[in-house]
């Protein structure tokens, strides 16, 4: 009887011990609206991502984002249009617990910028920060905030990000 019940409990700790083990996600691709603030809004946007675990706690990750405003010109008939493109690559470290996952990313890439004065591309560097709430066992909403520091001559520049958006991972 002793070692039934011996059995038993090694049997549920193990149980608890590997259902407190995070998942292997292997892939994840995700696409959220995004709210760029860069010397005024952009309020039009989107971000897609795309993430590979390497490891438990680190992910490979990319990214491609587009954030828009049109902007009236000198006659009803005219209208612009403030745009700026972004394509970068990095890393995120994901806090797994339980349903909800903070996370914190560093990526690097180029940012297109261009609409009302001249445009130009230049290098760009993009810590940002975030919470994934997840329901089901392959989809979360993604809640993201990133600042933007943009490597230009002779100055530098400083945007902000906001963006809301659904994610799904794909278990090996």
């Given at each position: 009887m002793n070692l039934t019940v011996l059995l038993t409990g090694l049997s549920l700790s193990c149980a608890n011990a590997s259902a407190q083990t995070p998942q292997n996600t292997g892939l994840e691709l995700g696409a959220a609206y995004s709210l760029l603030y860069a010397e005024g809004t952009l309020p039009f946007g989107f971000?897609?991502?795309?993430?590979?675990?390497l490891t438990h706690g680190y992910f490979l990750?990319?990214?491609?984002?587009?954030?828009?405003?049109?902007?009236?010109?000198?006659g009803v008939s005219q209208t612009g249009l403030d745009v700026s493109h972004a394509?970068?690559?990095?890393?995120?470290?994901?806090?797994r617990a339980g349903g909800i996952s903070p996370f914190f990313q560093i990526l690097a890439g180029a940012v297109w910028e261009g609409g009302s004065g001249p445009?130009?591309?230049?290098?760009?560097?993009?810590?940002g920060a975030g919470v994934d709430f997840r329901f089901g066992d392959r989809h979360a909403l993604r809640l993201?905030?990133?600042y933007?520091?943009?490597f230009a001559s002779?100055?530098?520049?400083?945007?902000?990000?906001?963006?809301?958006?659904l994610i799904t991972r794909y278990v090996r």
């Open positions: 971000t897609f991502t795309w993430g590979r675990e990750v990319g990214e491609a984002a587009g954030n828009y405003k049109n902007t009236l010109g000198g394509l970068a690559g990095g890393l995120r470290f994901p806090r445009s130009e591309t230049t290098v760009a560097v993009q810590p993201q905030g990133d933007r520091g943009i002779p100055s530098h520049a400083h945007e902000y990000r906001f963006s809301v958006g």
